[in-house]
């Protein structure tokens, strides 16, 4: 299983980075900075207009540039359906 890899902004450079998302849902996003021993991790939550996601790593503030609209489709699309069927 391939993990999910998404780009996040750093406000402060403005530098574009890929980091692992290692638990996505529409409330929060929990990402991994980096790989090893050195790896922090980070929850990117959405802000007021929910128009994107962020959360602060090492001091820094990162951004995910989707709405929350937008990630909740992505869920929905990518879920198997369910068959409730007896």
């Known amino acids: 299983m391939a993990d999910e ?3 996040v902004r750093i406000t402060e450079t403005d ?3 890929e980091v ?3 638990r996505k849902q529409a409330t929060l996003i929990e ?3 980096g790989t090893g021993a ?7 939550t959405p802000n007021r ?6 959360g ?4 820094r503030e990162i951004v995910y540039e989707r709405s929350r609209k937008a990630v909740q489709a992505e869920l929905d699309r990518s ?7 007896r």
Do not use: W
């Open 56 to 59: 602060s790593a090492m001091g």
């Open 31 to 33: 990402v991994m900075l």
């Open 5 to 7: 890899k998404i780009k």
């Open 15 to 17: 530098a574009l980075i």
């Open 79 to 85: 879920a198997p359906p369910r068959d409730f069927r």
């Open 49 to 54: 207009m929910e128009s994107a996601y962020a």
């Open 20 to 22: 692992t998302v290692l």
């Open 38 to 44: 050195h790896s922090t991790r980070c929850t990117l």
